[in-house]
């Protein structure tokens, strides 16, 4: 007799999509990275001056390939650009955030 009290229920919003997931895991990394080099660029301003990141060209500046990802992933690419770009805007202003992780996903900019 199967046990099914230790059976999860899975409902039409619950289902688990391994393919997003991935792309998901990908877009942390990409936004990982960013914020990584855009703390290391403000910390050593003197030294990255006139240096350009990769990382942060990649989720700031319009892309085919970012918005595949994000497509993939099941999310707004334009949302997710916006929302970086307030973090990094809250960053150059020394502004206080949460990190981990207040999710760039959803829409916390406020038209000010």
């Known amino acids: 007799m199967a046990n099914y009290l230790n059976q999860k ?30 703390s290391k660029f403000l910390r050593f301003s003197d030294f990255y001056k006139d240096k350009r990141s990769e990382e942060i060209a990649y989720v700031t500046e319009p892309n085919v390939d970012f918005v595949k990802v994000c497509e993939l992933a099941g999310l707004n690419h334009n949302m997710i650009r916006k929302n970086i770009n307030y973090l990094f805007k809250k960053m150059e202003n020394k502004e206080q955030f949460n990190l981990p992780w207040k999710r760039l996903t959803t829409c916390e900019v406020s038209n000010k």
């Open 9 to 38: 229920r899975l409902i039409e919003h619950d289902h688990f999509d391994p393919v997003n997931n991935l792309w998901r895991n990908v877009l942390v990394v990409s936004l990982e990275d960013a914020i990584k080099s855009k």
